[in-house]
């Protein structure tokens, strides 16, 4: 039995006003809460410390450059760390990076994966970027991912913790299951990740009823078809009066939701997950090395795109 306590932190709205150091107040606030609940790991929020930014159109750097943390722990992210190290828990923040890569100024959709001492195990920068680069010109608000994030550089790692092996993905990577089905092939017992998922559909008019549907599907499947754990955080709410879906949750390998909130405020979820359970399932239904034929999925790594056979 290898039992560990595993909170998801949802936030409530970060409007544009809000600073900082009021944000990072309640990610604080939370990460104390978990820690009362039982809980030794955190997931937090994608972009948890800014109001989602790219529903705007920004032309210059000047413009957006504001959202971005430039170190990592930046100066806001110092009390987040501090408590933490504190309390000796380990958590997932989202976050807009902007680093120089060879030189080159780059900016990630990004998420960190902090130890129960503090350090940062590792980073993770969204591959799967939605939306578009130039503004569609929807009366109400844009997506803009691909306008602001570079894709990211990093893949798609694991990182092993003294309490399982975690992988981390953000929101829109949670649609594509190759994301998973990589870090479950590194070993991946745990999936965190973030989203901020507006709850309408600028680009068709979508039922509101399916934005939930198929975020919980997405994390059902992830979770059951890679026999792992998934911890799943939202930023929710009313951002400026921007809509975003709640629906934070852990769902267990077997892909039964074990917890879910129930607002679309700051709210702290807690389970005692049992590692042993993914464990069991990758030895039988999802014995990957017993069961997978890749030699028939070459289509998935040769094609970008749909092609028609000949
Ligand atoms: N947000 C949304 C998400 O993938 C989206 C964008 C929603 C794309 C629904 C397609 C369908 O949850 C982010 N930040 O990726």
Redesign the pocket.
Known sequence: MRKEGFAVAQMGPVHLQDSREKTVKRLVEMLTEAQSRGATWVTFP?LALTT?F?RYVYDKPSEYDPFFEEATPSKAMQPLFAEAARLKIGFYLGYAEKTQVSGTVRRFNTSILVGPDGSIIGKYRKIHL??TIEPVGDPEFE?L?KRYFDVGDLGFPTFQTPAARIGMC???D??WPETFRVMALAGAEVFMLG????SR?IHHNEPVHL?EF??RLCLQSAAYQNAAWVMASAKCGSEDGFDMIGGSMIVAPTGEIVAKTVSEDDEVIVYRCDLELGAYIRRSVFDFERHRRPEHYQAIVNQVGIELPE
């Open positions: 994608e989602f790219p939605p939306g997506h991912e953000i929101c829109n949670r649609r989203y901020n998922t507006p559909n934005r198929h975020h």
